[in-house]
């Protein structure tokens, strides 16, 4: 069988199987040990790293483990997410250019590299399902939606009369919102800088700024530097 490598997140666990470069992705909830068997994680693990909670098992070895010092970004803070780090340097690496990265999971989360390979700092913000999550425990009336995207072919209207897709169109378009503006204002002083977006939304994301997603950004940097 082919390595295997793996991101826990905060909500759900991201695999990837085969050689740096040539990797199949996949994102799942934490897995059981029967599907840790079929995976044949105790064989096959190659490297890891964490930014959720790390179970205690001893397949999960810690000389195995990726950390924060082991990427090759210079003025990385200590308390810096090791995923944000993974997607800044593998887009730097292959931008060679400065590069802002939006990565769209249970947070939003903004990264800048300079030209020099150097951290820029960033912004964070509550992901699309965990919007969702704030306004129905937060509001009286609000359902709870299920994060889920509408089916191909069928874009949400503009101004929705339903309840449910005026909180899913509010969302989405305040996360796409704070990507385009966060993007103009790093262009305003450094035009040369990359865009780069990736995460679990960032598919969507993407296609409503007529951009291009990169979803495999920080496995692609964990299997290169494992």
Known sequence: MQPLWLLIGNS???WARGAPGQLSCWSEGPASAERLAQLGVDRQLRGWAAVGPVPLQPWLRADLRLTLDQVPLTQLP?????DR???GWRAWRLSQAPVLVADAGTALSFTRVDADGAFAGGRI???RALQLRALASGTAQLPLLEPLLPSPGEPLAAWPRPTDA???QGVRQGLVASVSFAWQEVRASQPECRLWITGGDGAWLAEALRQ???????LDALALLS
Do not use: K, Y
């Open 12 to 14: 759900r666990w991201h």
């Open 78 to 82: 200590p308390w810096l997410g090791i």
């Open 85 to 87: 780090a993974l997607v």
């Open 125 to 127: 913000q509550a992901g």
């Open 166 to 168: 005026a909180i899913e």
């Open 212 to 218: 291009s997603a990169s979803p495999n950004l920080a």
